[in-house]
C-alpha cells in the first residue's frame, strides 16, 4: 500500500521507496499539507505546524475568533482565491455573478490501485500494475463548485503524479482563469532554485539561484515548452551537489505555455505553483463540465540531483514514453539536413545513403524540402505531397532503393505550420491563428495553423495518415520552428477566445494521438528547431527528440548535460555532423564527435562521401563500437561524474548496467591547459567487491577502488581530446 489513511487521525500519507508526503483533514475540512519529505513511516507530521496570531493575516467565518488560524499562513494542498490567503494562488476563478472567489473544503476522497488517466492530455500511465491513485474532493463553501486533486503515486520510482480536475457542478457557466496542476507548500528549510534556460542552439542550461522574500518564475509564452526556460525545475538545499543534499523536482507533463512560481514569503516558507501559463487565459465552464489541468510529476531526493535526475529518467522510460521502441534497439540514422538542407534529389539522397550503408548506417532521414514548392523555407509548408521535380516518380523509388541497401526510411514534417505561398493557405487562410484586422507577426516566414479547429487536424492527419500508409516508412520527425502568437482562433465565439492557448496545445496532442496509435510501428522523433519543445508531454508521444539544433560536439556537452537533468540520454536526438561545425566553425575530432552523439540517440548528418577514406575507416569503427554498447547505453543508469563548476575543464559521465556487470565511463577535455590537474572521477553503480577489466586492456581493478579512489584519467592534449572506456566485471 503505498497510500494510506486513517479515519482516526484523518491522515492521509503517500508513501514511496524514499520519501513520505502527507495531507491532513483538519476539524473544519481544509486540508492542509503536513510534510514531503524523506520517508519516515508511522509519523503524524501535524505536531511541526505551530500557529501563531501574524497580524494581517485574516481568519475564516468559521475559525473568526481564532486569530492563530489563517490560510495566508497555513500549507495546504491546493488553494482557493480571494479567500484570506495572500501568497501566489493555485487557481482563479469567476462565477456567474462576477465573483472572484473561491474557499475550498475537503468533501472526500477515494484510494484505488492503478493510475488515474487525464482526458486529452498525456499522463504517466501504471506499466506494471503497481501504481495507486488518491483522489481527493474539495468544495467551495458557497458555490457547488468541485476541486478533484489527483496523486498517482509510482513508489519504487519515488515520483507522485499529481493533476487537477474542475468541476462545474451548478446551473450556470463558470470561467477559470488559472489552474495549477499542484501547489506544493515547503514551510521550512533554506531552498534554491535551479532551472534550465537556453535559447535557440544553447537550450536547458542549468541557473542556480538563491531564493530571495520574492516570487521566482520559469516561464514560457510561446505555446511551446521553449529553447528559453524548459518547465522543468528542481527546488533544492543550499548544500545540494550531484551526490549528496537535498531537492525536489517539478516536472510538467506539458507542451504548452507553462509557468511555475516559486514564492518565499515573509514567514521563510516557500510555495511552488506549477502547471500551464495563463496569461490570455480564459475557459468557459458549462454547467456540468470539467476542466483537468496537465499533470506534474514531483519528486524528492536526499541524496542530491544524479539521484533525483535517475528517478525522472527511469519514470520517463516507464511511465511516460508509450511507443515501443523505448527498449529497443533503434537504428543509426543518416540525416540529410546539414548535408544538402532543401537542395537534393532522389539522385543526391542515394549518393549520401548508398555511403553511409556501407559504414553500418541502417536508417535514412529524408529532412525538410521533399513537398510542395519547398525549395525554400518561404513556401510549401501545409502541402503535403510528393514534389516530383526532386523526387521523380514520388518516394517509392528512393525507399525501394534504400531498402536494397538495407535502409529503412524516415521523413520529415511540420504539422502545426504553413506558409502563405502554398496551395493550403490560398485555399483556407481562415485556417490559421489571427486576429482580426491584423497582420499577423511571422517566423520563418510561416504561420501557425489553428490546431483547436478539428477541420485543420482531419485535414493534417487525411496527408500524414495517407503518407504512413501508402509509403514503408519507419521514422517520422515531427518538426515546429516558430513560437506561437497572435493566438485568436475564426471557429471560437469572443467569450472563447481565451480557451485557444490551451487548445491548440490539446490540437497537437490529439493529432499526435491520433497518428501515433494508428501506427505505433513508427519511431516519431520531436523536434522544434532543435530542442524547443523537449518536454515530458512530447515525450509521451515522440520517445526522442532532437536535443538542439547545435550539433557542435563542445556546444552539445553542455545542452545533452543541462538536459539530463530530467530527461534520459537515450531521448536526446544527437549526431555527428560535419566540421569545421555549421554553427560555430569549431574542429573537433571524430572520435570526439562519436563520443558525445552516443549519449543520445546515434546518428550521421552529414555527407560521408566527404570525408577522408582514413575519416571513413574511422566512422565504421565507431558504428562497430557503438553497437558493442549500445545496450548499456540504452539500459544502463546515467551518472553525470562533473559538478557544475568542473564544466569549463571538462565533461565526464558514465552510463552502468544496473547489474553492476559493465560501466562505460566518457571524458571530453574542454579546455586542454600546460601542465593541467590530472582528472579524476569516482565511477557509480559497481559491484564493490567485484573486478573490472578495462576493455582492451590487462588493467584490472576492483569496484570498490574505482568507485572510492576513482579513476585518474592520463594527461591529454590537442583540441577538445576525450576517452571512452569500458570496464567490464570480471566474472
Ligand atoms: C529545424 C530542425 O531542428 C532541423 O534539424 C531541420 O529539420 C530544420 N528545422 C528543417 O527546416
Wanted: charged share 25%.
Amino acid at each position: 500500500m503505498s497510500i494510506l489513511y486513517s479515519p482516526e487521525t484523518r491522515l492521509l500519507t503517500l508513501r514511496t521507496a524514499h520519501s513520505t508526503y502527507q495531507m491532513d483533514i483538519d476539524e473544519g475540512g481544509f486540508l492542509r499539507h503536513t510534510y514531503y519529505g524523506a520517508r519516515a513511516d508511522g509519523a503524524d507530521f501535524r505536531y511541526l505546524h505551530r500557529r501563531y496570531d501574524r497580524g494581517f493575516a485574516g481568519n475564516p467565518a468559521e475559525r473568526r475568533n481564532d486569530r492563530a488560524f489563517s490560510l495566508d499562513n497555513m500549507p495546504q494542498e491546493y488553494t482557493g482565491f480571494n479567500a484570506g490567503d495572500y501568497r501566489t494562488p493555485a487557481l482563479c476563478l469567476v462565477h456567474a455573478d462576477g465573483s472572484y472567489a473561491a474557499d475550498l473544503r475537503y468533501a472526500g476522497h477515494e484510494i484505488r490501485k492503478g493510475k488515474y488517466a487525464l482526458p486529452g492530455l498525456p499522463a504517466a500511465f501504471d506499466r506494471g500494475g503497481a501504481a495507486e491513485t488518491l483522489v481527493v474532493t474539495l468544495r467551495d463553501t458557497a458555490s457547488p463548485l468541485q476541486i478533484r486533486l489527483y496523486y498517482g503515486v509510482f513508489e519504487e520510482l519515488d515520483v507522485i503524479a499529481r493533476a487537477t480536475e474542475i468541476v462545474n457542478g451548478g446551473e450556470s457557466a463558470v470561467y477559470i482563469e488559472k489552474a495549477a496542476s499542484a501547489c506544493v507548500d515547503i514551510p521550512y528549510g533554506k531552498w534554491e532554485l535551479l532551472h534550465f534556460q537556453g535559447r535557440h542552439c544553447m537550450e536547458r542550461q542549468p541557473e542556480r539561484l538563491p531564493l530571495g522574500h520574492d516570487v521566482q518564475v520559469v516561464e514560457s509564452r510561446r505555446g511551446a515548452s521553449s529553447h528559453h526556460h524548459n518547465p522543468f525545475v528542481i527546488v533544492c538545499a543550499p548544500d545540494a551537489r550531484e551526490y549528496s543534499g537535498e531537492c525536489y523536482g517539478f516536472m510538467p507533463v506539458w507542451s504548452g505555455s507553462h509557468k511555475t512560481e516559486v514564492e518565499t514569503d515573509s514567514l521563510e516558507s516557500v510555495r511552488v505553483v506549477t502547471g500551464f501559463h495563463e496569461s490570455q487565459f480564459r475557459w468557459k465552464l458549462e454547467p456540468g463540465e470539467s476542466f483537468f489541468t496537465p499533470e506534474v510529476l514531483l519528486s524528492y531526493s536526499a541524496e542530491g540531483f544524479s539521484r533525483l535526475s535517475r528517478q525522472y529518467h527511469d519514470m520517463i522510460r516507464y511511465h511516460i514514453c508509450k511507443s515501443s521502441y523505448v527498449g529497443k534497439p533503434r537504428k543509426i540514422l543518416i540525416n540529410n539536413w546539414e548535408a544538402t538542407f532543401m537542395n537534393f534529389t532522389t539522385e543526391r539522397l542515394l549518393n549520401i545513403a548508398r555511403q553511409a550503408a556501407a559504414l553500418g548506417v541502417d536508417l535514412f532521414v529524408m529532412d525538410d524540402g521533399w513537398f510542395g514548392a519547398r525549395d525554400t523555407d518561404d513556401a510549401g509548408l501545409g502541402d503535403w505531397v510528393v514534389n516530383e521535380r526532386k523526387l521523380p516518380g514520388g518516394l517509392a523509388p528512393l525507399i525501394g532503393e534504400l531498402k536494397k541497401l538495407g535502409m529503412d526510411f524516415g521523413i520529415w514534417i511540420e504539422p502545426e505550420m504553413v506558409n502563405e505561398d502554398s496551395d493550403l493557405f490560398r485555399a483556407h487562410p481562415e485556417w490559421v491563428l489571427k486576429a482580426p484586422n491584423r497582420p499577423p507577426m511571422y517566423g520563418r516566414n510561416q504561420l501557425v495553423l489553428d490546431m483547436t479547429r478539428a477541420d485543420v487536424r482531419d485535414y493534417l492527419y487525411g496527408c500524414f495518415s495517407k503518407l504512413l500508409r501508402e509509403n514503408d516508412i519507419s521514422y517520422v520527425k515531427w518538426d515546429m520552428n516558430r513560437s506561437v502568437s497572435d493566438v485568436f482562433s475564426n471557429a471560437l465565439p469572443a467569450e472563447r477566445q481565451g480557451e485557444v492557448p490551451f487548445r491548440y496545445t490539446l490540437g497537437v496532442y490529439d493529432l499526435l494521438e491520433r497518428l501515433t496509435s494508428e501506427f505505433p510501428g513508427v519511431l516519431f522523433e520531436g523536434c522544434a528547431g532543435g530542442g524547443g519543445r523537449f518536454d515530458a508531454g512530447m515525450l509521451y508521444y515522440t520517445p526522442q527528440i532532437w536535443c538542439s539544433d547545435d550539433t557542435d560536439a563542445i556546444e552539445r556537452l553542455d545542452i545533452q548535460y543541462g538536459t539530463s537533468f530530467g530527461y534520459p540520454p537515450f531521448t536526446m536526438g544527437a549526431h555527428v555532423s560535419a566540421c569545421p561545425n555549421q554553427q560555430t566553425g569549431r574542429t573537433t575530432s571524430m572520435f570526439t564527435r562519436g563520443v558525445v552523439a552516443m549519449s543520445g540517440t546515434f546518428g550521421y548528418e552529414l555527407d560521408l562521401n566527404r570525408l577522408a577514406q582514413s575519416e571513413k575507416e574511422e566512422v565504421q569503427l565507431q558504428i562497430e563500437a557503438f553497437r558493442k554498447v549500445e545496450p548499456l547505453l540504452r539500459n544502463g543508469d546515467y551518472y553525470r561524474l562533473n559538478e557544475l563548476e568542473d564544466l569549463g575543464y571538462y565533461s565526464a559521465w558514465e552510463f552502468a548496467a544496473r547489474d553492476g556487470s559493465e560501466a562505460l565511463l566518457n571524458l571530453v577535455v574542454k579546455h586542454v591547459r600546460a601542465n593541467a590537474p590530472l582528472i579524476n572521477v569516482r565511477l557509480k553503480g559497481l559491484t564493490p567487491g567485484a573486478s573490472y577489466r578495462l576493455d582492451g586492456s590487462e588493467e584490472t581493478y576492483s569496484g570498490a577502488a574505482l568507485m572510492s579512489g576513482g579513476y585518474t584519467f592520463p594527461m591529454l592534449w590537442g583540441d577538445y581530446p576525450s576517452m571512452q572506456l569500458r570496464f567490464v566485471r570480471v566474472e
